[in-house]
């Protein structure tokens, strides 16, 4: 017998650093700045209104308000200059817009997206910020045109902090806990199939502990993993369970590895039981790809990148989140399998007082 | 060789199935019982209740079938077929008169439902091959786990938490593609679905040969 307890594997303390770095930046990094709301939120073709618009972590005082503009954009090609802009706080922006007898569309109403491009805070912009209607009553007085002011020239910023989406706001914080635990998950499970393979070429304890003990670890983070999800779906969904195809299949998912415990521990003789818990193991993970790959492109889904995609698409992470979103994944993962290390190690010494191996 | 001794091995099931009548009989019983409480639960059924509800006859109907597979003979008459036997032909045996089977009671199933309940099937081609596709489904996974299930003491139990995560991309698919034949969804790409599901079928048995002589073997 070998003791090794001196070895300390680099990769645990990566892990570590690795988690407490996300932890720290996903945390404290603060948001770029953004537009939360813009009052009144309707208006009507040939008014005069001023329109006022509240900012999210701005500093609209920051720098001379002849250097602040503002857009009302129906497209790349139409939009409305707002004029005569009033810095009331560092929240908070007047702008008086003329708005044109007619709509850039022949309809009832548009919806038009509010833009403040200012010098230190760069851009924002809020979708679908105010909806003007048609008034059929009103007579043509102003000449303003559609085209006239297109957006252009913003200031973009670029610096270490993550962007501002509406509807998220700050859970978007969230992409660096919720999303490495299924990568760990994902890896911890692989790697129990491996020792599950493992086992069945070569029957020592000492493979069927492990594999035992990653889906162990695995199950914990699927657990982890759904309860950050709900707290998500609580904040941006409105609801914490909304029977959402990727909820539902997760949920099986963690079924199958808990029959796969009960399965275990359904034999008198541990070998036996070792030997047809590592091949439903093998046969569970075979029907986990198309639970987690295939059925969830056949129904609609709540999560970004739906339809279609099991994950996100790639527009939804900028730089400054991929900069903390890669070693969150890592760190998740190497935590994972340290821990699933240390289980099959205090197993093999349970094994070892109880006379089994 | 091996067709012959595989034709012997599923005359051996059939066989064995008639000479215990009881077991057919009880699952038979079993599926009639099932459709009248459905149909007394709720006299009206809609096409998309409809749908759930007989899929959830059947996959309870097959399970109850196929969990005795490897239960009703003894663990030392088993080990005398895998002595005489290749056992993975045996397997094959199996998995195939399970499939038969369970298309029979599928078929008597959708026959009884349709009586008491209503036939709303649109699409009578794709109704009766999705059938097929759940027959095969059903029967190559309830086989594999039915054959460890039964060597566990709690066989009935084991059998039904560990099939159901397991069929479940089988079910959502079937039924998917059932809803199309109901005319309760359209879809024109249903052949995609179809193919998911061979993909999922040919990976199911591809493990099941590949694991079954780990099971077998005491």
Redesign the interface.
Known sequence: MSLNTSKIAWWKIASIALVIYSIVAGMLVPLKPGLTYVSPETAKTGQTLTLRMHGYNSFYTRSDVSDIRVWLQYDSLHALRGQSLHVLSDTVLAATFVFPNDLPRPSPSVMLNAIIDHPADGVSLLPDAVELSRDTTAVAVTAADWRQHPVGQLNIKKDFSFPYRNVIYESIRNTYFHVPMWFALMFLFVASVVYSVRF?LNPLPHFDRKAAAYAETGLLFGFMGLATGMLWAHYAWGAAWSNDIKQLMTA??L??YM?YF??RS???EPE?GA??A???N???F??L???LY??PR?FASLHPGATGNPAFGSQDLDNTMRMVFYPAILGFTGLGFWMAELRARYQRVADKALGLD | MSMKMFLTLLRKEVLLEFRQRYAISGIVLYVFSMVFVVYIASVKVQPPVWNVLFWLIVLFASINAVVKSFVQESGARQLYYYQLADPSMLLLAKIVYNTLLLLVLSGLAFGVYSVVAGNPVKDAGLFALVLLLGGLGFSI?FT??AS?AA????AAT?MA??S???I??IL??LI?LSQIALRVIQDTSYQR?II?LL??DA??VT??FV?FP??WR?
Request: net charge positive.
């Open positions: 069945l099986v998912a079924l199958i029959a009960i399965l359904s034999f008198d036996k030997r047809l590592a091949v439903y093998i046969f569970a075979a029907s790809i198309p639970l295939v059925v056949m | 996974a594999f786990i460890i060597k566990a003491n709690n084991l938490i560990l159901f995560p397991v479940l991309p959502l698919t998917r679905d998911n993909a999922i990976i199911l493990l099941t694991l780990f099971i005491d």
